[in-house]
């Protein structure tokens, strides 16, 4: 059985850091581009971040500088850091899993406060 488990999410000043993790189960990891997706209140799913299985790195152009992907397949895991949050990066965050198949996590609550 597959399982993408976020963690990591929480209530946050504008201007700090989270780092969100999504750890994976019943899957051979490595071989898997993961990503990371958000959903706002009353918006559709975007794209964060993507690193292939390769390790090649890609993020949606407005959050370049500001959020970084990282996985380690040791521990079958992907990370999420973001720093210098804003109120409009509060969202769901989901993990996402990808090679044939798509899985995805159930969601980690980020919010930004003022």
């Known amino acids: 059985q597959v399982q993408l488990v976020e963690s990591g999410g929480g209530l946050v000043q504008a201007g700090g850091s989270l780092r969100l993790s999504c750890a994976a189960s019943g899957i051979i990891f490595s071989i898997y581009d993961m990503a990371w997706y958000r959903q706002a209140p009353g918006k559709q799913r975007e794209l964060v971040a993507t690193?292939?299985?390769?390790?090649?790195?890609n993020y949606a152009d407005s959050l370049k500088g500001r959020f970084t992907i990282s996985r380690d397949n040791a521990k079958n895991t992907v990370y999420l850091q973001m720093n210098s949050l804003k109120i409009e990066d509060t969202a769901v965050y989901y993990c996402?899993?990808?090679?044939?198949?798509?899985?995805w996590g159930q969601g980690t609550q980020v919010t930004v406060s003022s």
């Open positions: 690193v292939t299985s390769g390790g090649t790195t």
């Open positions: 996402n899993a990808k090679f044939r198949k798509n899985y």
